[in-house]
């Protein structure tokens, strides 16, 4: 704990672990990319249906893969491998001081989080092509919810977490810098944000991410 510098030792201290069994079990089941299929299904809906024609869609799904690309690509294939930083789950000495929840301990690198990148990066893409405040409320909540519970169950120090949280803003950023170029996509205005998505289909989503958050408390 002693060589952990200040910054990732107060993380860990504040984050990791409790002693509720009820928080163990949100936790480990929100960490779980399968979770959140519904959610992603709706963000694809979200393009699908507020982009008029097969090239408009193309286009935005060609630029949420640059996002992803970029985001998961140079965090798992180039930065970890390079890095090569322990996670703190299997540092022996925290493992003897914190609760390692269910004996979840995945065994590749720690620096940086994937997670923090990947969901970060498809809510600055999201937010920055919807221009919605229920979207953006969503979309932050939905990276805040993955980043602690990294940190709940040990899986990451808090500076894997920030670092991966930057990288992902750069990477939406990017993607919708490709998005903005390629798509000249003619919205209409009725009922919708003011880029000219349907209201009705972001509070569809708001609606699918919270009853997401609901199953997970509720069936155990």
């Known amino acids: 704990m002693n060589?952990?510098?200040f910054f990732d030792?107060?993380?860990i201290l504040l984050?990791?672990?409790s002693d509720s069994s009820f928080v163990d079990h949100l936790a480990y089941r929100l960490t779980d990319p399968l979770v959140w299929v519904p959610v992603f299904l709706m963000l694809f809906y979200i393009v699908l249906h507020n982009h008029g024609n097969r090239r408009e869609r193309l286009v935005c799904i060609a630029a949420v893969c640059v996002v992803m690309a970029l985001s998961a690509g140079v965090c798992n294939l180039i930065v970890k491998p390079l890095?090569?930083?322990v996670r703190p789950c299997n540092v022996p000495e925290l493992r003897e001081m914190f609760h390692v929840v269910k004996g979840y301990a995945e065994n590749n690198y720690s620096f940086f989080s994937s997670h923090s990148a990947n969901y970060t990066a498809l809510a600055t893409f999201f937010i920055l092509m919807v221009r919605h405040r229920i979207?953006?409320?969503v979309m932050v909540c939905l990276a805040l919810v993955n980043m602690w519970t990294r940190l709940y169950l040990g899986q990451h120090y808090l500076s894997d977490i920030c670092v991966g949280m930057m990288w992902?803003?750069?990477s939406?950023?990017?993607g919708w810098q490709v998005y903005k170029k390629y798509s000249h996509q003619e919205h209409q205005k009725t009922d919708s944000a003011p880029t000219g998505f349907l209201q009705r289909d972001i509070y569809l989503t708001a609606l699918v991410f919270v009853a997401t958050i609901l199953f997970v408390i509720l069936v155990r």
């Open 3 to 5: 060589e952990i510098n």
């Open 9 to 11: 030792r107060m993380g």
């Open 15 to 17: 984050f990791w672990g």
């Open 83 to 85: 890095v090569c930083r």
């Open 135 to 137: 979207m953006t409320a």
């Open 168 to 170: 992902g803003v750069i």
């Open 172 to 174: 939406g950023y990017i």
